[in-house]
C-alpha cells in the first residue's frame, strides 16, 4: 500500500488517513496498520459534535508530543452512544515504529511537517457518505451528520487538506 518514508515524529513514522465522513478512512487505516504493524489513533476518541476541531490540542499534547519525545501516550477517549458522546477509558500507547492518525482534521495543516504520508481518502457522493455514517453509527445521528457535512466543506476547503496529499483513494 505505503513504502514506508523516514521518520518525522521523533522514531515514529506517522501517516494521517484524512478526508471526508464515509468515505472509508477507518477501514484504510485499519488495513494499512494491519499491513505495516502500526498503531491506529482515531479522531473520533477525541471529536464530538459541540467540538468537531478544537480538540486538536489534546491529540498534541496527550499523544504526539510524547511520542515524538520517546515516551508513552495516554489519553481519555470519546466514547459514543445513541449519536452522543461522553468521557470514556483511558487508552495507552508504547511508541510505536509507525503511528496512523485517521479521520476528518487527521492531515491538518499544522502537523505537515511531522508527516511521513498524507493519505487522502474521498468519495464524493455526500448521499452515499450519509447513509454509510448513518449505518455505521445510527438514524440518531443523520441530523448530525447533514451539519457535519456542511462543516467539512468549509474546514477543507479552508486546511486544503486534499492538496498536501501524497496518496488519493
Known amino acids: ?34 499491513e505495516l504493524g502500526a498503531t491506529v489513533v482515531s479522531t473520533d476518541d477525541f471529536a464530538t459534535w459541540d467540538a468537531p476541531v478544537s480538540w ?46 485517521e479521520g476528518v482534521s487527521a492531515g491538518r495543516r499544522s502537523i505537515y511537517d511531522k508527516l511521513s504520508h498524507l493519505v487522502w481518502c474521498e468519495l464524493p457522493d455526500e448521499t452515499i457518505r450519509l447513509e454509510r455514517a448513518v449505518a455505521r453509527d445510527g438514524e440518531e445521528v443523520r441530523k448530525h451528520m447533514l451539519t457535519w457535512q456542511d462543516f467539512e466543506r468549509g474546514w477543507f476547503a479552508v486546511d486544503q487538506t486534499k492538496a498536501r496529499a501524497d496518496l488519493c483513494r
Do not use: F
Open 56 to 101: 486538536w490540542p489534546r491529540l498534541v499534547n496527550d499523544v504526539l508530543i510524547p511520542i515524538e519525545m520517546g515516551k508513552t501516550a495516554c489519553y481519555q477517549r470519546i466514547e459514543w452512544t445513541d449519536g452522543r458522546s461522553h468521557p470514556g477509558r483511558y487508552r495507552r500507547i508504547e511508541v510505536p515504529e509507525v503511528l496512523v492518525i
Open 1 to 34: 500500500m505505503i513504502e514506508l518514508r523516514p521518520p518525522r515524529l521523533g522514531a515514529t513514522t506517522l501517516i494521517a488517513v484524512d478526508g471526508p465522513s464515509g468515505s472509508g478512512k477507518t477501514h484504510y487505516a485499519n488495513e494499512l496498520a494491519r
